[in-house]
């Protein structure tokens, strides 16, 4: 049986090399380009179904025999069609799959004509496949893909969530079961930022959100959904809850691991993902739906150490500080990317999902929320068509090729991005804080404004488009609206001074409350006079959207994004506060929530690692999760000679790809504002 190996092409190896990374002289590569993975049992494709096959229960068969050696320096196994669908390879009746990638988590084969490969071992690797287009791989009862073997002889440290067993010698074989199916042309993809639930409270709130809106829409085009890390928030027992109950939506999870899904007692970063490893699979991997080619990446390292402080600017990673985390790919990724990259023709789309964005607006200065060696996975993928997918900041980002921000440079050697990434949101919003909404679930508006919510990904070829769905929202909403008064601007001033000096939990009442908020869609001549704006929050905004308005079926007229993406820094203040988001941030009720039952937690509310909020006096959430600050951000000052009466604003967003979403607010003009309140005067004493 002839290896298929092809000599790695010079521009591969120079941006590999730039990367820091050493690759062999050979990497494995299809027999010819743009040849799919095939057997001889394979049927005729006019009878095949495309998508994924989610009654297809197995798992990854790992034989254990005689020739078991602990000295044994190669993993070896075959890819192959299931013809039973029960896992088991039986040489006599199941073929090997020709042409599909195999890796130990730094070095990858592709299979032969008898479907077999082989492989450096590695004292701890987790051993994978990559999920052709054209063939389904297993599912557990969670419709978790079954494609990967965890091998650590020794097993973990002693860990709190308990890591991994001990797996003994490399096995005999490691043998990966799957069943042909048709090439999906179009398919949809759920796309989902930061879950992580603290409590099991909060994984209730993420069934009656996230869960629930993806029940409510048709999903038969949909082939999988992605979690971009962070899937859960440091308890890593509430594992089993979670994916059983995400399983309800019916579709593949694929997983990204995030800062919040690590052993945090690992001392050891190749400890650090064994309970991950244990419940999910592999921490990087990739698979293959229609003619896109997905990228999981870790870029957490935990705990961080030398090689991160001599970047510079990274004391927290010393020595003598807490362990804690940095952003990074780490070089045996960026060696395993290298070479899987090698394996995929140059004209498929390539989606790299991780979890702490590349760069990001919000943390635009950071030197660990953003990707120290963004640069040298950029040049790696060099000319490539990629979209870049992320979470951690828990806002919504859409930057364009060529955005740039300040303190990119600076922080991680990046000037502008050359692709498309998004930071995709969080189905928490802003960590379930806030008043509760209808639903029982707090309202959690994140810090650039936008609601909790998910995207759904629309991939056509390699053409894609994407959508954010707020959750507890009408399914069509995509921005909300409001005025920026002066009125406003004074309420907001106070209220936000008096929050920085009392941070949560204050026992201190706020100098005003919402109560004093003087109506925000009522103003006079004199307000117009001193500057009334329309804001839009338009969630999935970007600097290729377009925002107008009309107002009483006028002349449109546009809205000026308040950030412009062309170097500056992140602007912050009034004048770029969203008034929807921040009247609700800055006042929560919940904070004053008391009972005589003698739960002292059920008093106020908690949040992350069971933080006390409350019982107090209502007051704002955290300063660092005001929307005084945001990227998609439009406004537009109304006319100083607006006439008197009230009149109908309508908005309309123009995404980047040309839909168009309508909203309204309607605006009253008085000659001066009417009392607010019961008016006792003309009733008299006594009536």
């Known amino acids: 049986m002839k290896r298929n190996l092809v000599p790695l092409c010079l521009a591969l190896v120079v941006a590999v090399v730039a990367a ?14 743009g040849d799919l993975p095939t057997d001889p049992q394979r049927p005729d494709e006019s009878t095949l179904e495309a998508g994924p096959d989610p009654g297809y229960r197995a798992e990854v068969e790992v034989v254990e025999g005689a020739r078991q050696d602990p000295d044994r320096d190669t993993v070896t196994g075959t890819v192959f069609h299931d013809t039973e669908r029960d896992g088991t390879y039986e040489p006599d009746t199941d073929s090997g799959v020709e042409g599909v990638t195999v890796s130990n988590g730094r070095d990858v084969d592709v ?9 450096p071992a590695r004292e701890d690797m987790t051993v994978s496949v990559t999920k052709p287009a054209n063939y389904a791989v297993p599912f557990d009862d969670d419709l978790i893909p079954q494609m990967s073997y965890n091998h650590k002889p020794e097993g973990s440290p002693q860990l709190r969530f308990g890591g991994l067993e001990p797996t003994g ?3 005999e074989e490691v043998n990966f079961p799957m069943v042909p199916t048709g090439v ?23 069934r009656d959100s996230v869960l629930d809106a993806l029940l409510a829409r048709d999903l038969s085009s949909a082939e999988c959904m992605l979690v971009l890390g962070d899937v859960l928030g440091d308890d890593l027992g509430l594992f089993p809850r979670f994916t059983d109950m995400m399983s309800a939506a019916g579709l593949p999870q694929y997983y990204v691991p995030g800062n919040h899904d690590i052993d945090f007692d690992a ?10 490893r244990r419940e999910y699979g592999p921490d990087h991997y990739s698979f293959d739906i229609g003619e896109v080619h997905f990228v999981v990446l870790d870029n957490v390292v935990y705990p961080c150490g030398e090689q991160d402080v001599e970047r510079g600017d990274r004391e927290f990673c010393g020595e003598d500080e807490p362990p804690t985390y940095n952003g990074r790919i780490d070089d045996t990724q960026m060696e395993w990317l290298a070479a899987d990259l090698a394996t995929v023709d140059e004209d498929r789309l390539v989606v790299v999902n991780h979890h702490i964005p590349l760069v990001s607006f919000i943390d635009n200065a950071s030197t660990q929320h953003q990707t120290d060696n963004a640069a040298e996975l950029y040049d790696l993928l060099g000319d490539r068509e990629v979209l870049s997918l992320s979470g951690h900041t828990h806002t919504i980002e859409q930057l364009e090729p060529g955005e740039s921000y300040e303190g990119w440079s600076e922080a991680v050697g990046v000037d502008e991005v050359p692709f498309h990434h998004i930071v995709a949101g969080a189905a928490s919003g802003a960590w379930f804080g806030g008043d509760l909404d209808i639903d029982g679930v707090p309202m959690s508006i994140s810090r650039l404004g936008e609601p909790r919510g998910y995207y759904m990904m629309d991939f056509a070829g390699t053409d894609y488009t994407e959508r954010f769905h707020a959750t507890g929202q009408p399914a069509d909403r995509q921005m909300w609206l409001s005025f920026n008064t002066p009125q406003f601007r004074d309420w907001f001033q106070r209220l936000r001074s008096w929050t920085g000096e009392n941070p949560p939990t204050a026992e201190q009442v706020p100098p005003v409350n919402v109560g004093d908020l003087d109506d925000m869609k009522l103003v006079t001549p004199q307000d117009l006079d001193d500057g009334v704006y329309l804001t839009a929050n338009v969630w999935n905004g970007s600097r290729d959207s377009s925002v107008t308005a009309t107002v009483g079926g006028g002349e449109p007229f ?6 412009d993406g062309a170097g500056e820094d992140v602007r912050y203040g009034v004048d770029f506060a969203d008034p929807f988001a921040t009247v609700r941030q800055l006042q929560v009720a919940r904070y004053a929530f008391e009972s005589t039952s003698g739960n002292e937690r059920a008093q106020g509310w908690e949040q992350f690692r069971g933080a006390r909020r409350g019982p107090a006096p209502p007051q704002g959430l955290s300063p660092d999760l005001i929307a005084e600050k945001s990227s998609h951000l439009w406004r537009a000052r109304l006319p100083s000679d607006l006439p008197l009466g009230t009149h109908v604003v309508e908005v309309t967003f123009a995404d980047r790809y040309g839909a168009e979403f309508t909203d309204r607010i309607t ?5 001066e504002r009417p009392d607010r309140f019961w008016r006792d005067g003309p009733w008299g004493d006594g009536d």
Do not use: H, K, M
């Not at 299979?111 to 492989?119: A, I, P």
């Not at 001392?267 to 991950?276: F, L």
């Not at 605006?667 to 000659?671: C, L, P, Q, S």
């Open 20 to 33: 820091g990374v050493i690759v062999g002289e050979d990497v494995p590569a299809r027999a010819e380009t």
């Open 111 to 119: 299979t032969d004509s008898d479907g077999r490969y082989e492989l």
């Open 169 to 171: 010698p490399v096995p």
């Open 184 to 206: 999906s042309e179009d398919f949809q993809c759920a796309v989902l930022g930061d879950t992580q639930p603290y409590s099991n409270n909060e994984v209730g709130y993420l």
């Open 267 to 276: 001392t050891d970063q190749d400890d650090s993902t064994d309970t991950w």
């Open 558 to 563: 546009e809205l000026e994004r308040t950030q």
């Open 667 to 671: 605006v009253e003009v008085r000659e």
